[in-house]
C-alpha cells in the first residue's frame, strides 16, 4: 500500500512543481482580492448603498463563493490561474466540489484569525511542499501548472 504522498510531485526529485509557489501564491491573492473588490461594487449600487453597513458580511459571502466556484471548476482561483498555480488533491487530482467547499472553508477561518494565518504563511515558507494549513488538513498541494 502505498502512502497518500506517493501520488504527488516529489519535491526534492521535481522541484521545479514547487518552485516560487508561495511568492505566487501571494501574488494570486492580490489579483482574487481585487476581483472580489469589483464584484462588491455592484452589489453595493444595487443595494443604494445599504450593503455598505454590512461589507464585512458581503465581502465574506462574495469571496467565498468566488473561491469555492472558481476551484470547483479548474481547481484554481482567477488569481491562481494568472499565476500559473493549482491546487490537487492528496492524490494528485483537482479538486471537486466538496473539496473545493473544504478548502474555501479552511481558508476563510484562516483569515479570521491572525495567527491562524500567520501559522499558515510560515507552514508555506517552511514546509518541503509549501502546504498551509488548510493544505496540511486536507491534503491539498498548490502546484506549478506548467512544471
Given at each position: ?14 522541484p ?18 481585487i ?8 452589489v ?75 501559522g ?28
Open positions: 500500500m502505498h502512502a497518500v504522498t506517493d501520488h504527488l510531485p516529489d519535491p526534492v526529485a521535481q521545479e512543481f514547487y518552485d516560487s509557489v508561495t511568492s505566487k501564491r501571494f501574488l494570486a491573492w492580490v489579483i482574487d482580492t476581483l472580489v473588490g469589483i464584484l462588491v461594487v455592484p453595493v449600487v444595487f443595494t443604494l448603498g445599504i450593503a455598505l453597513f454590512f461589507l464585512p458580511v458581503v465581502w465574506l459571502a462574495i469571496s467565498f463563493v468566488y473561491r469555492w466556484i472558481t476551484l470547483a471548476n479548474g481547481s484554481a482561483t482567477w488569481g491562481m490561474r494568472a499565476m500559473a498555480i493549482e491546487l490537487r488533491d492528496a492524490y494528485g487530482q483537482r479538486l471537486d466540489t466538496g473539496l473545493a467547499f473544504l478548502h474555501t472553508l479552511g481558508y476563510a477561518l484562516s483569515i479570521s484569525t491572525a495567527i491562524v494565518q500567520v499558515s504563511i510560515v507552514l508555506m515558507l517552511t514546509t518541503e511542499r509549501r502546504q498551509g494549513l488548510s493544505d496540511l488538513v486536507l491534503g491539498t498541494v498548490m502546484l506549478n501548472r506548467r512544471a
